[in-house]
């Protein structure tokens, strides 16, 4: 049976300990990256609940705006006869359109949209194609 001296086991020792210490290196950066990780993904979250709330404020706005367009129209156009019979026509749809826009925001506009394309798959699968043709000739030239 071989002997152990103390000189043989400093090496051994030292070789522990560092084991040690880069263990404890490793779980503290693990966990600093951790916390990182966390921290930036509660303020991606919170920067696009502040996106989404600042575009339905814009939506709102549009819509206010299109009503706004509407009432300009029927002020400022034709009363009598058939220009009369097409402005108030477009002065309705306006209207109707931007309480759509300020009452439904964008929120509700695209459940509308996923609601339309459900009820309707092929025509929206053939107008998807369309305007992705459209796109890619555009681009193209």
Avoid at 38 to 55: E, F, L, N, Y
Avoid at 75 to 89: F, H, I, M, Q, T
């Amino acid at each position: 049976m071989q002997q152990t001296t103390k000189k043989d086991q400093t090496p051994n020792k030292d070789v522990q300990q560092f084991t040690d210490k880069a263990k404890d290196v490793a779980h503290t950066a693990a966990e600093s990256t951790r916390d990182a990780a966390s921290h930036a993904g509660q303020a991606i979250s919170g920067t696009a609940t502040a996106v989404g709330r600042k575009a339905e404020e814009w939506t709102a706005s549009a819509g206010e705006k299109v009503e706004s367009l509407a009432d300009t129209v029927r002020e400022k156009g034709p009363d009598k006869g058939v220009l009369g019979s097409a402005n108030r026509a477009v002065a309705d749809t306006l209207e109707k359109t931007g309480e759509y826009l300020h009452d439904k925001n964008l929120s509700g506009m695209m459940d509308d949209m996923t609601e339309l394309i459900k009820r309707n798959p092929i025509p929206a699968l053939v107008f998807g194609l369309g305007v992705g043709f459209l796109l890619g000739r555009a681009l193209r030239s």
